[in-house]
């Protein structure tokens, strides 16, 4: 059974950095698309961003472009989420997800994802 595992949440300021670590098991994830997304009080669960776990390809949505990086340790079956320069904007709960590849374009809506992790609390204050 697939399971997610998010930590790294916290409390920071604005101007700020966090990591964000996606612990991913029950499977081999090589043919897998690892995604995160982000919710905030009151609004939808939105795209942050993705890797291709086969081949390390990257898609970020342009609110973080430039901010955020994912990456991918394969021995530890890890995913990152650096996340620089953090704007109270960023404030949401974070989850990181997890589907089989199904084309070669990702998938930016979150009811696309079969499996997810149980979300970290990332909080920026001003």
């Known amino acids: 059974q697939v399971q997610l595992v998010e930590s790294g949440g916290g409390l920071v300021q604005a101007g700020g950095s966090l990591r964000l670590s996606c612990a991913a098991s029950?499977?081999?994830?090589?043919?897998?698309?690892m995604a995160w997304f982000r919710q905030a009080p009151g609004k939808e669960r939105e795209f942050v961003g993705a890797?291709?776990?086969?081949?390390?390809?990257?898609k970020y949505a342009d609110s973080v472009k430039g901010r955020f990086t994912i990456s991918r340790d394969n021995a530890k079956n890890t995913v990152y989420l650096q996340m620089n320069s953090l704007e109270p904007e960023d404030t949401a709960v974070y989850y990181c997800?997890?589907?089989?590849?199904?084309?070669?374009?990702?998938?930016?809506?979150?009811?696309?994802?079969?499996?997810w992790g149980q979300g970290t609390q990332v909080t920026v204050s001003s």
């Open positions: 890797i291709r776990w086969s081949s390390g390809t990257l």
């Open positions: 997800a997890a589907d089989q590849v199904s084309n070669w374009v990702f998938r930016t809506r979150w009811d696309l994802y079969e499996y």
């Open positions: 029950g499977r081999t994830f090589s043919t897998y698309d």
